[in-house]
């Protein structure tokens, strides 16, 4: 406690009011904010110029169709179970881990959906992943 006695020194001190009123206002705003954010409905992506990258054997391709839950296929299969989609992809990795690997995906679909496969790719080994777009309806 400061009496005053000592007047000849001068104290410099950190005033913290002001940094614990600034973080409890930040504090507050955040969680007032965060449960609005998106709820993962988002569009997937579409483009203008799409690249002119073929689809063929040197690439995996995955499907995911619109569904509860969404309907999984890898190259010529379609409506795989996730289990039997782990371990395909799994068998893909050990003979050649080197191939890309592109998800096309429904347009319905949330980007949640769209993640758990991609983190499911990434899971099996895979790290080329990418997505294949949609060329923009002209209007």
């Known amino acids: 406690m ?13 005033n913290v009011t002001p940094l614990v009123d600034v973080c409890l206002v930040l504090l507050i705003i955040f969680m007032v904010v965060t449960p ?16 002119k990258k073929p689809e063929d054997q040197k690439q995996v391709v995955i499907t995911v169709e619109y569904g509860n839950p969404p309907i999984l296929g890898i190259g010529d299969l379609h409506q795989v179970s996730k289990s039997d989609f782990e371990k395909e992809l799994d068998e893909s990795y050990q003979r050649n881990s080197a191939r ?3 998800i096309k995906a429904d347009t319905r679909l949330t980007w949640k959906d769209v993640r758990d496969v991609m983190r ?3 899971d099996a080994g895979f790290e080329n992943v990418g997505l294949i777009t949609e ?3 002209k209007s």
């Open 2 to 14: 400061d009496l005053g006695g000592d007047k000849g020194n001068i104290r410099s001190e950190i």
């Open 36 to 51: 609005m954010l998106g709820t993962g409905n988002i569009s997937l992506p579409r483009t203008d110029q799409p690249s």
């Open 100 to 102: 890309p690997v592109v």
């Open 120 to 122: 499911v790719t990434k």
């Open 135 to 137: 060329k923009k309806a």
